[in-house]
């Protein structure tokens, strides 16, 4: 009887209207992008139903979950009929996305490359509008200890402290480490700043016998290596 109820419900409302029927019956994995922010929003305004509306803030974002991850509240309550509580079910709903991605499943990653290295970063850097300055602690088997942001920044640069680095370096016992930080504007060219930190804390490891493996600037879809480009000798 439940499920007669439910076909029959879906079938008596237009396609625009019913994401969450459709859901029920077909799963998650039907649903377009558009409708899957719909159940987020819940409802629309007085022209636009919910979808309508999640199809419109989605346009906004060039149709990109990477851009929404992106917006502020500010920026989402600018369309009408969202308010800051549906706001804050999408900025929920794409922080929760990036999370599982941060997800290691029980197991130390082990780096032995810069894409390894990259692989792991990734989740913690893309879809910033500022830069931030992350370190990965790796023992003597370069298996992850630990990971950690050092800093954050403005959309030009971050200020590093490479005695903050070292001393959670050796409150790990840590072998080897890996530098990262994010362009935010996606150009992966190293600055003069970004030469002058890597050699700073590529000398300091030196005499506290932590090797640095690799310094990685990191866009949302690419990376820069250090090591890569023979710049870590």
Do not use: C
């Not at 994995?29 to 409802?43: C, D, K, Q, R, Y």
């Amino acid at each position: 009887m439940l499920d007669y109820t439910i076909k029959n419900t879906i079938k008596s409302l237009a396609e625009d209207d019913r994401p969450r029927e459709k859901l029920l019956l077909n799963g998650q994995h039907t649903l377009s992008n558009a409708e899957l922010v719909a159940i987020l929003i819940g409802s629309g305004n007085a022209e636009k139903n919910a979808v309508e509306l999640a199809r419109e803030i989605l346009k906004t974002y060039d149709d990109k979950f990477s851009k929404l991850a992106r917006a502020d509240v500010n920026e989402l309550t600018r369309h009408k009929g969202i308010g800051s509580a549906k706001a804050i079910n999408i900025i929920a709903a794409m922080e929760l996305s990036k999370r599982r991605l941060k997800e290691t499943g029980g197991e130390a990653k082990k780096i032995t490359t810069s894409q390894d290295a990259y692989d792991v970063i990734k989740p913690h850097l893309f879809d910033l509008n500022v830069e931030e300055f992350w370190v990965a602690f790796l023992n003597r088997s370069n298996k992850i200890i630990d990971i950690k942001s050092i800093s954050r920044g403005g959309i030009h640069g971050t200020v590093v402290d490479s005695r903050v680095i070292f001393k959670k370096a050796l409150d790990r016992m840590a072998s080897s480490i890996v530098l990262f930080h994010n362009h935010p504007s996606g150009n992966l060219k190293p600055s003069a700043q970004d030469d002058a930190i890597t050699k700073q804390i590529k000398d300091a490891g030196k005499l506290l016998d932590i090797l640095i493996l690799d310094h990685l600037i990191v866009s949302d879809k690419s990376f820069y290596s250090y090591s890569d480009q023979g710049r870590m000798t």
